[in-house]
T-cell receptor, first 111, second 115 residues
Framework: EAGVTQSPTHLIKTRGQQATLRCSPI?????VYWYQQALGLGLQFLLW???????NRGNFPPRFSGRQFPNYSSELNVNALELEDSALYLC??????????FGQGTRLTVV | GQQLNQSPQSMFIQEGEDVSMNCTSS?????WLWYKQDPGEGPVLLIA?????ELTSNGRLTAQFGITRKDSFLNISASIPSDVGIYFC???????????????FGQGTILTVHP
């Protein structure tokens, strides 16, 4: 069974541009979580989608947005990129209130 | 919000030593999860705990769901160099409203193992 897959693996963007990151959850999982991890530090919660709806968002500006599609895959959009947005972006999927599984992450570099 | 306090923040140990780390909260949870993250990779689920008092092992790893449902610990016995990484505890929030079910992580414990 395929695990959580994220694309692209690496992404280099210029300050001010937009980035789109994608996540395909484990088959059957309805929840997708997005986290930002800078410099190998803690996991900062970004967004949580379940059954196509945004359930909760972390303390990030509105230029961080996303959506979940009918097949439960998800994308994270970051507009007006800033240098400090450079980080590892992690996606996890689960059924609600069960163990979550992570993808390998997308390394976003803003130059 | 429902905060998790994970300690210690970092540990430097010799190969062969045992390791213990824990997570505490002022809130009660129904699930405790433990993850390990290697550098540049996504966290990998190590152990999931669903019942208060539950003690679960996975090889050299042992984790327990505290009887009060407010804490959990993870032990690693006879550490080896490949145990190096960041260990996270996590819970599904049972707060009301839109936070119910949200996956919340501790701050992480950075483990370094010297050969």
């Amino acid at each position: 069974e395929a695990g959580v897959t994220q694309s692209p693996t690496h992404l280099i963007k210029t300050r001010g541009q937009q980035a789109t990151l994608r996540c395909s959850p484990i088959s059957g999982h309805t929840s997708v979580y997005w986290y930002q991890q800078a410099l190998g530090l803690g996991l900062q919660f970004l967004l949580w989608y379940d059954e196509g709806e945004e359930r909760n968002r972390g303390n990030f500006p509105p230029r961080f947005s996303g959506r979940q599609f009918p097949n439960y895959s998800s994308e994270l959009n970051v507009n007006a990129l800033e240098l400090e947005d450079s980080a590892l972006y992690l996606c996890a999927s689960s059924f609600v209130n069960t163990e979550a599984f992570f993808g390998q992450g997308t390394r976003l570099t803003v130059v | 919000g429902q905060q998790l306090n994970q300690s210690p923040q970092s540990m430097f140990i010799q190969e062969g030593e045992d390791v213990s780390m824990n997570c505490t909260s002022s809130s009660i949870f129904n699930t405790w999860l433990w993850y390990k993250q290697d550098p540049g990779e996504g966290p990998v689920l190590l152990i999931a705990l669903y019942k208060a008092g539950e003690l679960t092992s996975n090889g050299r790893l042992t984790a327990q769901f505290g009887i009060t449902r407010k804490d959990s610990f993870l032990n690693i016995s006879a550490s080896i160099p490949s145990d190096v990484g960041i260990y996270f505890c996590a819970v599904h929030s049972n707060a009301g409203g839109t936070s119910y079910g949200k996956l919340t992580f501790g701050q992480g414990t950075i483990l370094t193992v010297h050969p």
